[in-house]
T-cell receptor, first 112, second 111 residues
C-alpha cells in the first residue's frame, strides 16, 4: 500500500457544483496536511494546509482531515472554470517539513 | 519577476548525453529541492539541500547528481541520460516549513 493514495481522475463537474477531492494515507505519523493546486504548464502552489484533525475554511475552499480514518478532503463550493487544475494532496510528519509526501494529483475540469 | 526560475523550460536530448538543469531563486530561502513528475506517479523527490554545504538524497536519486553553487542556485545533472528519465522536473524552495515554492518546471525528453 502506498503512503498516500489519490484518485487521478479526471473529474468533470458543471460550473457552480460542489467538488469533493479526497486522499487516503497509511502513515499515522502524518500531522500536517496540505492541498496544492497545479495549473497546466505551471508548478504546484500551496492552496491550503491544516494541522492534525479538523476543518479549515478559506473562501470557497474547505479542507477536512479525519485522522481516525486516515482520510482528507478538499471541498470547493460554487466551482468556477478557473478552478480547473490538478489538485495534489500532500502530507508530512510533525516538525519535518522536508519529508513531504505528495499524492498523484486529481485532474479537475469545471464545465462552463 | 518569478521567484523561482528554471532553465531550460524544454529540452530534447539523446540517450547517453549529459544534461544539466538549472534553478535560481530570489526568495532568500535556504532549502532547495528537485522533484520529477510523471503521469500516474506524481511528484517524487530526487535531491534536496538545506544549505550550500548540505546535500541529501531523496526517494529516486540514482542516475542524478546535484550541485548547490550558492544559496540561490541549485543544479540537477543527468550524467548519462536514458529514456525513462523523460519527465517534468521541478525545483522548489522553502524556509523549512510545510510550504514549498515551485518553479515553472522543465520538460525533458530523452530519445
Amino acid at each position: 500500500q502506498k503512503e498516500v493514495e489519490q484518485d487521478p481522475g479526471p473529474l468533470s463537474v458543471p460550473e457552480g457544483a460542489i467538488v469533493s477531492l479526497n486522499c487516503t494515507y497509511s502513515n499515522s505519523a502524518f500531522q500536517y496536511f496540505m492541498w496544492y493546486r497545479q495549473y497546466s504548464r505551471k508548478g504546484p502552489e500551496l492552496l491550503m494546509y491544516t494541522y492534525s484533525s479538523g476543518n479549515k475554511e478559506d473562501g470557497r475552499f474547505t479542507a477536512q482531515v479525519d485522522k481516525s480514518s486516515k482520510y482528507i478532503s478538499l471541498f470547493i463550493r460554487d466551482s468556477q472554470p478557473s478552478d480547473s487544475a490538478t489538485y495534489l494532496c500532500a502530507m508530512s510528519p510533525a516538525g519535518l517539513g522536508d519529508k513531504i509526501i505528495f499524492g498523484k494529483g486529481t485532474r479537475l475540469h469545471i464545465l462552463p | 519577476d518569478a521567484d523561482v526560475t528554471q532553465t531550460p523550460r524544454n529540452r530534447i536530448t539523446k540517450t547517453g548525453k549529459r544534461i544539466m538543469l538549472e534553478c535560481s531563486q530570489t526568495k532568500g530561502h535556504d532549502r532547495m529541492y528537485w522533484y520529477r513528475q510523471d503521469p500516474g506517479l506524481g511528484l517524487r523527490l530526487i535531491y534536496y539541500s538545506f544549505d550550500v554545504k548540505d546535500i541529501n538524497k531523496g526517494e529516486i536519486s540514482d542516475g542524478y547528481s546535484v550541485s548547490r553553487q550558492a544559496q540561490a542556485k541549485f543544479s540537477l545533472s543527468l550524467e548519462s541520460a536514458i529514456p525513462n528519465q523523460t519527465a517534468l522536473y521541478f525545483c522548489a524552495t522553502s524556509t523549512g516549513g510545510n510550504e514549498q515554492f515551485f518553479g515553472p518546471g522543465t520538460r525533458l525528453t530523452v530519445l
